[in-house]
């Protein structure tokens, strides 16, 4: 099932119907409003006339995804080259889906806007991303951006009613609670780490000067550590918080875009965005 994007969804069906796709769109929008689901579908409907979520095996569609290394380098670009210029076997286009591409490399970039230069004729190229802004403006320019809106409260509630039988009351709140965001009300609901990651970043907030050192210390020397992660866990604490501020929180959102442009001293920056607060 595909939440929302009704007008979006509506004008996939028309373009696959009619063969009207041009060679590339990003996908932009906050983590967790059905980027990638819509992609997916769009590639089964290419095949089988259903617009649905499939995780089964399609024979015109590659999905690309970062490496271990939270990366997306040369050497996957040329994948994508080797697959958009061979000939569909079912569908009318050969389809790539590129999940999280803020994480494509320079070289990588470079690499797709080639590609984008001298199109396949059936080859259509999806780029996920949270903000096209993420990506060179070189590489933008080539491509059509369509823009995922958050969805509306009501519609996130009645989808955890009735996918996952809860209460009218739980589901309304985790709704408000990821601002219509249905992958991030889904982790809110049955998602134990992220729990553990609202509490740190909740902790976090609360912690004095002397207590935040030595908790950031621990924290960010952990292995997992992702600091875009907790920093979007810092901005649903403060956006849940009765006496929120509205400029640390656009901080916050701030600090987590730099962090997708820059590699930052995790410890340092968390420590200079409450200290900025004060």
Not at 84 to 89: H, M, N, V, W
Not at 140 to 150: E, T
Not at 180 to 191: E, N, Q, S
């Amino acid at each position: 099932m595909i939440l929302g994007h009704k007008h979006l969804i509506a004008d996939f069906k028309k373009m696959a119907d009619e063969t009207l796709f041009g060679h590339g769109y990003i996908f932009f929008g906050q983590e967790g409003v059905g980027k990638f689901l819509t992609a997916r579908a769009l590639a089964n409907y290419l095949e089988t006339k259903n617009f649905v979520w499939s995780d089964g095996a399609l024979s015109d569609v590659l999905v690309i995804e970062p490496d271990e290394k939270s990366s997306i380098g040369i050497d996957k670009t040329r994948e994508i080259s080797g697959y958009l210029y061979q000939r569909p076997i079912i569908s009318k286009y050969r389809t790539v889906i590129v999940n999280n591409a803020e994480t494509l490399t320079s070289e990588a970039q470079n690499s797709l806007l080639k590609i984008s230069e001298e199109p396949p004729v059936a080859g259509l190229l999806i780029l996920i991303v949270r903000d096209p802004e993420l990506l060179r403006e070189t590489l933008v320019s080539r491509f059509n951006k369509l823009f995922f809106s958050n969805l509306s409260i009501n519609e996130v509630t009645d989808w955890l009613v009735k996918e996952y039988n809860i209460s009218v009351v739980k589901a309304g709140g985790l709704a408000r609670e990821s601002f219509g965001r249905p992958g991030l009300a889904l982790k809110l609901f049955k998602d134990e780490d992220y729990k553990e990651l609202l509490k740190s970043a909740k902790k976090f907030l609360k912690l004095g000067d002397s207590e935040r050192k030595d908790f950031l210390k621990n924290l960010t020397g952990e292995v997992a550590f992702n600091l875009e992660e907790f920093l979007d866990a810092v901005a649903v604490n403060i956006a849940l918080s009765e006496k929120r501020s509205f400029d640390l929180w656009h901080r916050t959102l701030q600090l987590k875009k730099e962090a997708s442009y820059f590699n930052l001293n995790p410890r340092v920056q968390l420590q200079a965005l409450l200290e900025s607060s004060k």
